[in-house]
């Protein structure tokens, strides 16, 4: 039974994983940000940066899911 449904499980790993590696890299990236007193505007700039890398990783998950429903992928 467990056999039939490693690629769910492997899928939801995969996913907690990377979501985890972002939370990390946001923690590290404020720690930097507030150890080198950077100036608001640059704050500004890496967090968008980051927040496009998630919402990225976001629209794959999704597009891949729309895919594999509809028996494309």
Do not use: H, T
Not at 33 to 52: H, M, Q, S
């Amino acid at each position: 039974m467990l056999y039939d449904y490693m690629n769910m499980f492997e899928s939801i790993g995969l996913d907690l994983l990377f979501a985890s590696i972002f939370f990390l890299i946001g923690m590290a990236i404020k720690d930097v940000l507030n150890a080198g007193k950077v100036p608001p505007f640059g704050r500004r700039i890496v967090w968008l940066v980051l927040f496009l890398g998630c919402v990225g990783f976001i629209a794959k998950g999704i597009i891949q899911l729309s895919w594999e429903g509809g028996g494309i992928g």
